[in-house]
């Protein structure tokens, strides 16, 4: 691991001792207890021992030639012999449940994927250590002259949840649909609902609402999802309890940025309201986004701007727009990072109704917004595109 990436953790678990702001980290690896050894700024054994109270297990055995059972971290090991394997119980994950680290058999040409090395380490404790160091799984044998078991370390602190494996992820034998790393991972997630990490389904990189004319747009990315099941967009004004005006479903499970937004066409001018984001996971659990403030103006009936038909749109789609007073009209189509991506309509227009066509080619999937400016009086539409 590059001192680069120990830095960021590092960052990321001291930015979580902040109360109500607690964080979860989860590092599987087996390397990492048998590579860093020795305190000084190369080798940087301070990481392992303070960040993952991890450190390498203990041995005074000789090693043998042909081992079945973990030896202590630090001593070259042989790769484990098939048709043997190692078995782990859980203690603070998992709890009394049995799992088995062995190799995965994957076979690409020449290339064959490694044996595991899985480690064997111990709870590092001394008077600068912080939070609770429990082992997360055991092994349920070793070798003689071995004092020390564990597969794994969970910590648990006032801003941070951390859970370090001494085995790389696709080495978790799975016999059955329920075992091997799915359980593994519900595991971890127990662990961290269980020590008040709870872990909402939604990364969110952007929340925010927009007057617009007699509208509101409220709009949002995410930039992940796990297990996530629908968003719920509440409103309140000054002296109210939020309430749910709009729910959405969300992807479910995604990496990659996804934009949603909706168009609150119930608000009064004149008006201020506050708007907030809960995001509700397949299991019920749910967070709450920061509150977004927003003034309506006074009304304007110069502009208005119809919905797109069909919605949502597939190949191309119809929307209409009237002026009470005619000019010159700019009618474009935006992404959610404000970047014009077609001309719908523009020119000289009398008082009245156009159509316009939006065409997707070339578009991707998501939201969009759609912005009539006729003068200096401005509409918006937030339209979505799938295909």
Known sequence: MSRFERDNIRDFVAASNVVGSKKNFVLGSQEIVKTHVGMNALNDEYFPRYTLRSQRGKSTAVIPTVITTPVAAGYAMPPIVAPFRSDVVGMTIEKNLTENIKATGFVNGAWT???PLPALMSVYVDGFTQG?????????????NVADTAMGITVTGSGTNIVHLGVDWRHYGKSTQNNGIDRVLRGILDFFDVNDGTVVPV?????DAKAAGKSVNVYWSTASESNSGWFEVERKQAGSEFTNIATVPAAGTSTSILNYGIKDENVQSSTVYTYRLRNVDRDGKSGYSYEVEVSVGGESTTLS??????????????????????GEVALNLYDMMG???QNVDNGNRNAGTYPATINSNG?????????????????????????
Do not use: H
């Open 132 to 144: 609770l160091g429990r082992p997360a799984f055991r092994y349920t044998t070793r070798d003689a």
């Open 363 to 387: 578009l991707s999937s998501g939201m969009y917004q759609l912005v009539l400016k006729v003068g200096s009086e401005t509409t918006t539409r937030l339209v979505q595109i799938v295909k």
């Open 339 to 341: 970047r014009l991506v």
């Open 113 to 115: 994927d490694p044996l």
């Open 305 to 326: 701007l119809g919905n797109t038909t069909p919605s949502p749109i597939n190949n191309s789609s119809t929307v209409t727009y009237s002026l009470s007073v005619g």
């Open 203 to 207: 990364e969110l990189a952007d929340f």
